[in-house]
């Protein structure tokens, strides 16, 4: 089928006005965070799951590839199209459909905004933890392809955990449902939980049913200065061992506080500090305020110095506000900044610092870390000039060593980010070819032509 008679059966499912052609929108979906992509061939923005179910059957029927796409804030291009064909815009799906404050969930549709849910079941007294950095961009639909994660995850988990139920449209059209809104559900295989993460390979997430919790009554979060990595992770070690479970535990380093001082920012910590934690503890106000102490004094124990404790919410949104804008201020550093969410065991992460310190050196390029020290999920950036080939080149092979030496330490070349197209080509560095096998056969199960996000997780067959 060509443009032109695709174009003209989409337009008969959802309106003229939701098909788009235009060069500017066909390069504005064909992009995410990654900044690397291809435009699409049509843009279509259904706004029902009848629609979405029509216009999947149509591009299976033509054998079209079919790409969904959310918020677009993911860092792998997994909402990029690769191979041309349709992107699924669902920007039309942004809804919340239901707070169940008694049964403690909601539902919502999957281009609803993640800080809009936390607000929103906030204001009833409910708590959605899952809190991705990009949580006033990022979508519902999105965290659950990529089962975001956040600082939270420490504590709380990640997205996975909160996900009860869902509706999706497989790519040949066929609406099903999975889970419900019981917490307890084991009848036949988990689907609910093999769509959470698949990176929209298998299914199209039309409505999501969240699990919710009480929201904590206090919260108080501090930062605590280190002289270097080892010293810091040794303060998280003894809160753990001491059965303290802060609900979020991030670590910077100094290439990150640099990247915040130049960008004009207040300075989180003194100049020439080497590691920063930023560290949060909540639940009731009697656990928060006997939790606190032992905080402080486990990083104290440690070796911290300058430790800061946040006397009002004022001063604790200041603090996570510069978590959150690192990843702005590092791409002002450099043209080009390559962003690997890599996780180890939360006790090698020196191992991990002390790999990427031998990487920056045998690479001469710019590398900054950043991210969560309670769970091991440590984002790896590698600043560079993509114009320059050398550097690029010494990019890629610093990316593979990465990956090699994250694996060396038991642990994993994706935390949260998904694979997509960008880490495709190492998906054999951690799976064995038995489970990739196996990997493809769920894929053609679901979606036997191969029209759905194609290019995303698997390397090319041979």
């Known amino acids: 089928m060509n443009a032109d008679r695709l174009a003209s059966g989409a337009a ?13 929108s066909r390069a504005a979906y064909g992009m995410d965070a990654l900044e690397r992509g291809r435009p699409a ?27 969904p796409r959310g918020a677009g804030t993911g860092y792998t291009g997994g909402a990029v199209p690769t191979a041309g064909g349709v992107v699924l815009a669902l920007d039309r799906f942004d809804r919340i459909l239901e707070i169940d404050p008694p049964n403690l969930l909601a539902v919502v549709q999957p281009n609803v905004v993640t800080a809009a849910l936390q607000a929103a079941v906030e204001a009833v007294g409910l708590f959605y933890p899952p ?7 990022s979508a519902i639909g999105g965290n659950v392809a990529e089962c975001a994660g956040g600082p939270r995850a420490f504590k709380y988990g990640t997205t996975r955990h909160y996900v009860l139920g869902l509706e999706a449209v497989l790519p040949t059209g066929e609406v099903i449902r999975t889970g419900g809104k019981s917490v307890k559900n084991v009848v036949g295989y988990d689907l609910t939980q093999l769509l959470v993460g698949s990176e929209g390979t298998l299914a199209i997430v039309t409505e999501v049913t969240l699990r919710l919790v009480p929201r904590p009554a206090a919260a108080r979060t501090l930062r605590a200065v280190f002289p270097d990595v080892d010293t810091a ?42 590691v920063l934690l930023l560290i949060e503890v909540d639940g009731s106000p009697a656990a928060v305020d006997a939790d606190l102490p032992r905080v402080l004094a486990a990083c104290r124990s440690a070796g911290a110095s300058d430790l800061r404790t946040a006397r009002d919410g004022e001063e604790r949104e200041a603090l996570w506000r510069v978590r959150r804008d690192l990843s702005p201020a590092l791409r002002r550093l450099a043209p080009l900044k390559i962003n690997h969410d890599v996780v180890v065991p939360r006790a090698r992460v020196p191992e991990l610092f002390r790999a ?58 994706s935390g949260e980010h998904g694979i997509g197209f960008t880490k495709a080509p190492y998906l054999g560095l951690e799976l064995s070819p038995e489970a990739i096998a196996l990997l493809r056969r769920l894929k053609r199960a679901f979606d036997p032509r191969g029209i759905l996000n194609p290019g995303k997780i698997f390397p090319p067959e041979a």
């Open 12 to 24: 008969r499912i959802v309106g003229a006005g939701h098909v788009l052609r235009d060069e500017e």
């Open 41 to 67: 061939d049509l843009v279509i923005r259904p706004g029902t799951t009848a629609e979405v179910s029509a216009l999947a059957r149509l591009c299976h029927d033509a054998r079209v590839p079919l790409t």
């Open 131 to 137: 809190d991705p950095a990009s949580l006033h961009r």
């Open 233 to 274: 992770v040794n303060a998280v070690l003894g809160m753990v061992a001491g059965g303290i479970v802060p609900a979020a535990i991030e670590i910077i380093d100094g290439e990150c506080l640099a990247a915040i001082a130049a960008s004009g920012a207040e300075p989180p910590a003194p100049p020439g500090a080497a």
């Open 356 to 413: 990427v310190a031998s990487l920056r050196e045998a690479s001469g390029l710019r590398m900054a870390c950043f991210g969560h020290v309670g769970d091991g999920n440590i984002h790896v950036n590698i600043l560079l000039d993509p114009a320059d080939a050398a550097a690029l080149a010494r990019a890629r092979d610093a990316e593979l060593r990465l990956f090699e030496a994250v694996l060396a330490l038991e642990g994993s070349i």
